[in-house]
């Protein structure tokens, strides 16, 4: 009778409700889902057969949640908040019937339960949770910029307490199950093999078929309102940390902190009500859907290798080489190991090798202190990695990873040297953050297998890797390039070649907005504290320092020296030129912007006012916070325009998750739709004639604006990114 849910009933009157969504890999609530759990309820409330039900999943999880590949579309199609309130409205009145159907209702979690799983299992009389390494229990819609519709805020508030609910809601944590168990989330945990076997059991104990809330004298446990000081506690100092660890630029932690405090001094079906409400204003709003469809979808696709070609069999790196262990060859060599993969680590000589070598001691000696790695797991993973001086030993590597120096002939000279020794068939790869992948392959004999792989730093911590394609880059080496970062669980965006390529090009534009903003006479904290603001992780002079302003300023010299006439001063260069002659190079230099002393956090250079006067007039902060969101934006758009990305969705995955753009704006490009085409167009136009012509809003932007067109094809018109 239904497609999703096995429905069966025992001789004793138990129904046993087997959750199975087709053609998914985990169940999640579609509306087909919704249509057959009303069904199945009704079935239950009707059949005096039944005297009581377990709810379990034929998966190997029990639920995830919401399919937010269909939400993720609700603000494109102009949902409005009432609109949005009614999806989880249904949803609530549905778990509620579930509820209040009269049959003591069992959850047999038998794996993760997240989301609208849990809030289903909530909705449940009686929960056990498997007890396995890899099982969760959670409500992250805060991730995606929502909040649990269906009843989570209210039920969860109400069995463990608004203290303990609240930072688990608005932080969107997951617990494992003795966590769970400890904090009344489940009522018991048992191996995965006897989940459903326990519900039975308190099944058997007849019990009556009421949730807490639905008992006569029901009280939240931890009591509401504003006259407990323990609660006073919870949502005061939770505002207050929201707003320090949001600036207000996401609004669902507020929606969270609202719905749990209004809905639990109400009675729960209305509770549920209020809880609706603020869950449309989020699906209604551009936030949602900006997370949802840069760091939820899209970032999914990029992990599935989307931007792979299509027809050229799969590969795995067995045996890689790097080229310099240096700074990021060293943590190349880490990420690959722990990957599985057999590296040969290669600096001009064996000390310098095993230095770099040495990082991965050092991260695993630190793991191994934390708990999250035995003994035998680092000893393992030491032992793939080869330190040496010699290029015979590349010999069998089916990948070459170049991470030398940032200067072309030596560049030219190791990947001569490693072609010697190397395979036709391997790939080499160069770890430039500037030079021109077509350049750099010209010293290559086999340019076809010639590939840019873009590591962050550090390589360890940063999710992303930018893959460049050269001219004459095959589609085959590209192929290979994009399996790598796969084995690597890292996530790829794929550019075509340019100087800079797409994320060091960007971050380029904010380094020089804040350079160019001293030179105007605004204050130094002012443009830090706008940026953080703005949502960026640090300031624009922060990340010149963490680059170093003398590699900026050598980066700047070769593109001038390479582009001769055709070069045009940044508008930081000046400044940039200042700070060199100044003698303050960057933080590993000793100080740049910032002094860095030995006993106390940075602070910024006070010698910056001598040199770049503060005007006694300041811009307003919201100015200074939209000239770096712009600037970035202008300059995404740009690299669309000029076909160095080729896909929205990797400026806007690239700009997240490499770069620090802020993510509530769903990434650079994104964020002009957030803002709406014609309303950035006039903005740039604005900001053109008082900064100057890089504001200059570009020509496809001015016809997007004009043809009512976004980056993305609204939904309907055809295929998402
Ligand atoms: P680094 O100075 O820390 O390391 C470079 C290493 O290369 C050194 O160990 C050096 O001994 C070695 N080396 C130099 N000449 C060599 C040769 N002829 N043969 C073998 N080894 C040689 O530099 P890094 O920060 O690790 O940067 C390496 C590359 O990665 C550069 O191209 C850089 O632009 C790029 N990159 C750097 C970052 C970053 O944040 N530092 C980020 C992305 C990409």
Redesign the pocket.
Known sequence: MSNTIRFEVDAGGIATLTLDIPGKPVNVITPEFQADLAQAVEHIAADTAIKGVVITSAKRDFMAGADLKHLVTAYDRGISAAEAADFSGALNKLYRRLETCGKPVAAAINGLALGGGLELALACHYRVLADAPKVVVGLPEVKVGLLPGAGGTQRLARLIGIASALPLIVEGKHVKPAEALKLGIVNEVAPPGEVVSRARVWLATDPEPLAPWDRKGFKVPGGVGMQNPGLVQAFLVGNSLVAKNTWHNFPAPNAIMSAVYEGCQLPFDRGLAVESKYFGKLLAGPVARNLMRTLFVNKGLADALARRPAGIAKSQVGKLGI?????????IAYVSAQAGIEVVL????RE?AE??RGYSSKLLAKGIQRGKVTQDQADALLSRIKAT?DYADLAGCELVV??????RD??A??TA?AEAVIGKGTVLA??????PITGLAQASKRPANFIGI????PVDKMPLVEIIVGRRTSEATLARALDYVGQLKKTPIVVNDSRGFYT?RVIGTISNEGQAMLAEGIAPALIENAAKMAGFPVGPLAVSDE?TLE?QWKITRQTEQDLGARFIKPVGYDGLEKMIQLGRLGRRQGGGYYDYPADGPKRLWPGLKDHWPVSAEQPPVEEVMKRFLFIESLESVRCFEEGVIAHPADADLGSILGIGYPAWTGGALSYIETLGVPEFVAECQRLAKRYGPRFKPTRSLKKMAAAGEGFYPLPGAGKSA
Not at 346 to 349: A, K, N, P, R, V
Request: charged letters at 15%; aromatic letters at 8%.
């Open positions: 080229l310099g262990a240096g700074m990021m060859g060293a943590g290669l600096d001009t000589s310098a230095k770099g001086s170049e991470a030398v120096f940032e200067q030596i560049k000279d190791v040297k160069s770890n430039t953050s500037t030079l873009h590591f962050f730093s060091s680059v590699l």
